[in-house]
């Protein structure tokens, strides 16, 4: 299993990036790859909560379902993604005062055989997700300071 993590610090408060992050509705607005949430349970984003999920990368469409893990409001949320392309995603939000945030995500991945076969021993797989991650902490934090 590989990780990856980043961080940013957003110009709004905790509050707003937390109620952002959390909302399902926004998941496919910040997560490039991801395709689609869908058989959502009623009560999503609260802990335990269910869905299942629909990515694409390097052209290879992955499907799973998936779990909130954690959910403590305005502090941390976490995801835990099942099948072919296991993914846990740790978001940790630090209020920094003067409606400030600092938003860390933490990704943990396992590449499926077919794509660990086309990247093997190369590196690229762990720099290609360190760049999505990048990428997320980026778009959210556009959504967040808008």
């Known amino acids: 299993m590989s990780t990856v ?29 991801l395709v ?29 379902s998936g779990s909130v893990v954690e959910n403590r409001k305005d502090t941390n949320f976490g995801l835990l993604m099942e099948g072919k392309f296991p993914i846990r ?23 499926p055989g077919e794509i660990l076969k086309m990247f093997e021993n190369t590196g690229l797989m762990t720099k290609m997700n360190e760049l999505e991650a990048k990428s997320v902490l980026e778009k959210i934090q556009a959504l967040c300071e808008a």
């Open 36 to 64: 689609d949430v869908t058989n959502r349970s009623p009560d999503l984003p609260a802990k335990g909560a269910t869905f299942d999920w629909e990515y694409k990368m390097v052209g290879i469409k992955l499907h799973g």
């Open 5 to 33: 993590s980043k961080s940013v610090v957003i110009m709004a408060p905790v509050s707003k990036v937390f109620a952002i992050v959390t909302n399902p509705d926004n998941w496919i607005r910040y997560v490039t790859n």
């Open 89 to 111: 995603e740790t978001y940790v939000f630090k209020d920094l005062g003067d409606s400030t945030t600092e938003l860390k995500v933490t990704v943990e991945f396992e590449l």
